[in-house]
C-alpha cells in the first residue's frame, strides 16, 4: 500500500501562485510514476500531470502547459505540483496518484490506470 497526502491548497487571487505537495508513505517512492489529476463540482477527473519515476520524464495537459511544473524529490519522498498564473478556470480539487507499473504514453491521462489515491487538496482562484 502507498499512502499519498496532498497539502498546499487554499485560495488565491487570480495570476497568484500555489506549490502543491504530494507527501507518500507506505513504500518505496522512487519505484512510482506519480501525476496531478483535478476536478471541479460536476466534473469528471481530469489529468494535470505527470512525473516518471526519477523525475527526468514529465507529461502536462495542454490547459496547464507553461504555467505548472511538476517535480519529485524522491529523497523526501514528495511530489510538487508549482502553479503559477492561475485563473478561476483552475479552481479544482487536486488530487496525487501513483502508479508501479509502467504507462503507456497514452494511459498517462487516465485515472483508472493508477493504483493509488490522495484524498485532494482544494483549490480556490478568485476573479
Known amino acids: 500500500q502507498v499512502q499519498l497526502v496532498e497539502s498546499g491548497g487554499g485560495l488565491v487571487q487570480a495570476g497568484g501562485s500555489l506549490r502543491l505537495s504530494c507527501a507518500a508513505s507506505g513504500r518505496t517512492f522512487s519505484n512510482y510514476a506519480m501525476a496531478w489529476f483535478r476536478q471541479a463540482p460536476g466534473t469528471e477527473r481530469e489529468f494535470v500531470a505527470h512525473?516518471?519515476?526519477?523525475?527526468?520524464?514529465?507529461d502536462y495537459a495542454d490547459s496547464v502547459k507553461g504555467r505548472f511544473t511538476i517535480s519529485r524529490d524522491n529523497a523526501k519522498n514528495t511530489m510538487y505540483l508549482q502553479m503559477n498564473s492561475l485563473t478561476p478556470e483552475d479552481t479544482a480539487v487536486y488530487y496525487c496518484?501513483?502508479?508501479?507499473?509502467?504507462?503507456?504514453?497514452?494511459?498517462?491521462?487516465?485515472?483508472?490506470?493508477?493504483?493509488?489515491w490522495g484524498q485532494g487538496t482544494q483549490v480556490t482562484v478568485s476573479s
Open positions: 496518484a501513483a502508479v508501479r507499473q509502467g504507462l503507456y504514453v497514452s494511459d498517462l491521462e487516465v485515472p483508472r490506470r493508477y493504483d493509488y
Open positions: 512525473i516518471g519515476k526519477s523525475g527526468g520524464y514529465t
